[in-house]
C-alpha cells in the first residue's frame, strides 16, 4: 500500500449526507481528504502503522456541522468573562439582572463600562407577570449609581442601559432618535433606559471601540467553544462599514483583517464564509451604493478557510420590538416598516429594491435580514427583479431569517433557487413569548420549515449567535419537534420536518449556501474531512434526548480540533 489513511473510523453509524441519506460504517481519512467510505472492509486496506483508528462502539459520525448564520466575533465578545451573562438560564428576574450587575461592579475599576448580554424578557419573571413592564434605567441605578452599565438584549435588536450611561451618552427626553430607531420614554417624556433599533448606534458610538487584541481573543474564545460543538464552518453575517456601531464594532471591517490574521497565523480551527455589511440600519440605495463601491473587491489567500461570499443588508427589524413588516398588524396594532431609507411604504420599497439590484449587478450573492411575511414578500420580489433585468447563473441569494415566509415568497425563492437561512433555536427560544405580538396562528408558524422545503427552497439553518447559543443539537431538536423551551408545549406541529431533513439544513445546504456543496458538507469520498463525532445512535435517539448528546470529536481538514475520546 502506497498511502495509508491518516485517520480510520470503525463500527459506527456514518451519516454521509449524500443524495440518498446512506448510512455507512466505517470512513477514512486521507491528508485532510475523504478516501473512503462504506464498511470495515473497504477501509481496513487503508490502516498503516501510524493511522489513527478510532473504534466508533455505534456512535454517529456526521459532516463537520456548518452554522450558516453566527456573529463569531460579538458571540466571543457576549460570553465570560468578557460580558456578564444575561440569558435563560443564567438570570430569571429583574433581581438577577440586577444582582449580576452589582456582582460585575464590585471587580470593575470605577468609571468603566460594564457590559452584559442575552437578556430576554420572556424569561423575567417580573415581565412575564405583567407584560407592561419593562426592563428600566431604575432597575440598574441602585447597584450601578457611578459605572455606565449597558446591556444587550438576546436579539441584538434593543439595549437597556443606566442612568449613567444616559448622562454620558448625552441622551435626555429632549434626544431625537435616529431614523429607524426609537429612544422608549416613560409617561412623563424621560428616557426609561431602553433602546430599539438604529437608536442603538447612540450607544454604540460613545463607547470605546474593541481593540485589536480584544476581537482577537473574542474570535479566539468563539472559535474554542465552536469546535466543542462539532461546528467545522460558520457564516460570518455582516463585516464591514456598516457594522463599525454594532457592539463595540464587533461586525466592524477591522474584526474581518483579524480573521485574516488568524488564517495567517494558522488558529483559524474553523472556516468562515463572509457578508460584508457596507451599511447599517435606515440606509439609502445611494448610500449603500457608495460604500460598497469603495469597499471594492476582496479576496483572501485560502478561501477554503476563509472567503467573502457577498454582502449583508437589512430590510426590516424583529418581531419582539413590532418593526418586522407585517401584511395584518401586530396585537395592539401597527404593522411595522421597511428599516432602509425613506418616509413611505413606497418609498422604502424603491429603496431595498435599487439595494437589491445594486449589489446583484455588481456580482455579489445577497443575504438580506427579512422577518415579516410582507417584507420577506417584497424582498424575494425584488431578487427576482433584479434577476430577470440582470441575469446570473447560480446568485445564490438567501432571505435571513423568514419568520413568516409566505406561501408566495416561496414560489418565487424555488424558481430562481434562492435560499433561507432560518433559526430553528431562535424559534424554540421565542415561540411562547411570540403570541402576545402576532396571536397564537401566526406564532405556531413562524420559521415554517416544512412549507419552505415542500415548496422546494434551499433551507439552511443557524443560531444567529449571540442570539442563541450555536448548539444545532438543539436546533435539530426544535425542527423535529417544534417544541419552546419556556413551556415546552408544541407550536407549529405542521411545520415539524424529519430527522435526515434538519441534519442537511446544517450540512450540504448550508455548504450550498457557501458555493461549497461540491467540496463540504457530505461524508462522500474526495471531499474536505470536515467531521463530527456524536457519543450514541443519532438516528435512534428520542428527539429529546438529542441536545444531551455529547460531541466527542470534531476535526477541520482532517485535523483534530476537538478531542474528549483521548482525555
Not at 419593562?134 to 459605572?147: F, G, I, M, Q, Y
Amino acid at each position: 500500500m502506497d498511502t495509508y489513511a491518516d485517520l480510520v473510523f470503525l463500527d459506527g453509524r456514518v451519516v454521509t449526507v449524500d443524495a440518498e441519506f446512506s448510512i455507512a460504517s466505517a470512513l477514512a481519512v486521507t491528508d485532510g481528504v475523504i478516501s473512503a467510505v462504506g464498511e470495515r472492509d473497504d477501509v481496513a486496506p487503508l490502516i498503516g502503522p501510524d493511522t489513527r483508528v478510532v473504534d466508533l462502539r455505534g456512535a454517529t459520525l456526521l459532516p463537520g456541522i456548518n452554522d450558516s448564520h453566527l456573529h463569531g466575533c460579538a458571540f466571543g465578545m457576549s460570553t465570560p468573562p468578557l460580558s456578564v451573562e444575561l440569558g435563560h438560564p443564567a438570570v430569571s428576574s429583574l433581581t438577577d439582572v440586577a444582582d449580576a450587575v452589582r456582582e460585575a461592579v464590585g471587580r470593575t475599576p470605577a468609571g468603566q463600562w460594564i457590559t452584559g448580554h442575552g437578556w430576554d424578557p420572556g424569561y423575567l419573571d417580573e415581565c412575564v407577570a405583567d407584560p407592561s413592564r419593562t426592563p428600566s434605567r431604575h432597575d440598574l441605578d441602585a447597584v450601578s449609581p457611578d459605572h455606565p452599565v449597558v446591556l444587550y438584549s438576546f436579539s441584538g435588536h434593543a439595549t437597556w442601559v443606566n442612568s449613567k450611561a444616559l448622562e454620558l451618552i448625552g441622551i435626555d427626553r429632549h434626544t431625537v432618535a435616529p431614523p429607524g430607531g426609537a429612544i422608549v420614554t416613560d409617561a412623563a417624556g424621560e428616557p426609561t433606559g431602553l433602546l430599539h433599533e438604529g437608536a442603538q448606534a447612540l450607544i454604540q458610538n460613545a463607547l470605546p471601540p474593541l481593540s485589536r487584541q480584544e476581537r482577537t481573543e473574542a474570535i479566539r474564545s468563539a472559535l474554542a467553544a465552536l469546535a466543542r460543538l462539532g461546528i467545522t464552518s460558520y457564516t460570518e453575517p455582516g463585516l464591514g462599514p456598516g457594522g463599525d456601531g454594532i457592539m463595540r464594532g464587533a461586525l466592524g471591517a477591522q474584526t474581518l483583517e483579524v480573521y485574516r490574521q488568524l488564517l495567517a497565523d494558522g488558529e483559524l480551527t474553523a472556516r468562515v464564509g463572509v457578508l460584508l455589511l457596507p451599511t447599517g440600519m435606515a440606509s439609502t440605495a445611494e448610500e449603500f451604493a457608495r460604500t460598497l463601491t469603495a469597499i471594492g473587491a476582496q479576496g483572501d489567500a485560502d478561501p477554503r478557510r476563509l472567503a467573502i461570499h457577498g454582502v449583508k443588508v437589512f430590510a426590516d427589524g424583529v418581531v419582539p420590538n413590532k418593526t418586522s413588516w407585517m401584511h395584518e398588524p401586530y396585537v395592539g396594532g401597527g404593522c411595522g416598516s421597511l428599516c432602509v431609507g425613506g418616509a413611505s411604504d413606497t418609498e422604502r420599497t424603491a429603496e431595498i429594491d435599487a439595494i437589491i439590484r445594486h449589489a446583484h449587478v455588481a456580482g455579489h450573492q445577497l443575504g438580506i435580514h427579512v422577518t415579516g411575511d410582507r417584507a420577506c414578500d417584497t424582498v424575494a420580489d425584488a431578487f427576482a427583479a433584479a434577476m430577470a433585468e440582470h441575469p446570473r447563473s447560480d446568485a445564490r441569494h438567501y432571505i435571513i431569517h423568514g419568520d413568516f415566509l409566505t406561501a408566495h415568497s416561496m414560489k418565487v425563492l424555488a424558481a430562481h433557487d434562492f435560499g433561507v437561512n432560518m433559526n430553528p433555536t431562535i424559534k424554540w427560544t421565542v415561540a411562547d413569548m411570540e403570541e402576545d405580538f402576532v396571536g397564537a396562528e401566526r406564532a405556531a408558524y413562524a420559521w415554517p420549515y416544512r412549507d419552505a422545503i415542500d415548496a422546494g427552497v434551499r433551507v439552511a439553518s443557524g443560531s444567529d449567535a449571540p442570539v442563541t447559543h450555536p448548539d444545532w443539537r438543539q436546533g435539530v431538536a426544535t425542527m423535529v419537534l417544534r417544541e419552546s423551551k419556556a413551556a415546552g408545549r408544541v407550536s407549529g406541529p405542521e411545520q415539524r420536518i424529519g430527522l435526515a431533513e434538519a441534519i442537511r439544513t446544517y450540512t450540504i445546504n448550508a455548504a450550498w449556501q457557501d458555493f461549497a456543496d461540491d467540496w463540504k458538507g457530505s461524508l462522500e469520498p474526495g471531499k474536505a474531512a470536515d467531521l463530527c463525532v456524536l457519543d450514541g445512535d443519532l438516528l435512534a435517539a428520542d428527539p429529546h434526548d438529542i441536545p444531551a448528546m455529547p460531541v466527542v470529536l470534531t476535526v477541520v481538514d482532517g485535523q483534530v480540533v476537538h478531542d474528549t475520546l483521548r482525555v
